[in-house]
């Protein structure tokens, strides 16, 4: 599985992005796809996941300004990110779990500034 993401860049505290990722080949045995992010020198942490039945889990911090979405047809998943606060600054990285295995994009940067 490759993982292909867009849409990160730099934007004021406030604005809105939205990531899209898009996953190659087939999305019938993925379990879930979702997006991670690795702030400056802290570690790696989950932002949200979306489940092959739809159900979603976010976290906390991003609770009431993030969605997450996908559309299996066409193997992407998307993230909505609305309120950015500069605490939001990280590169962000798709993440797809199928048949036990864990696939990461490359990662897209993502800036807020205050």
């Known amino acids: 599985v490759q993982l292909q993401a867009s849409g990160g860049g730099l934007v004021q505290a406030g604005g809105s992005l939205r990531l899209s990722c898009a996953a190659s080949?087939?999305?019938?045995?993925?379990?879930?796809m979702g997006w991670f992010r690795q702030p400056p020198g802290k570690q790696r942490e989950l932002v949200a996941l979306?489940?092959?039945?739809?159900?979603?889990n976010y976290a906390d911090s991003v609770k009431g300004r993030f969605t997450i979405s996908k559309d299996s047809a066409k193997s992407t998943v998307s993230l909505q990110m609305n309120s950015l606060k500069p605490e939001d600054t990280a590169v962000y990285y798709c993440?797809?779990?199928?048949?036990?295995?864990?696939?990461w994009g490359k990662g897209t940067q993502v800036t807020v500034s205050s």
């Open positions: 080949g087939s999305s019938f045995s993925r379990n879930a």
């Open positions: 993440y797809v779990i199928q048949l036990g295995t864990e696939y």
């Open positions: 979306i489940m092959r039945d739809g159900t979603t």
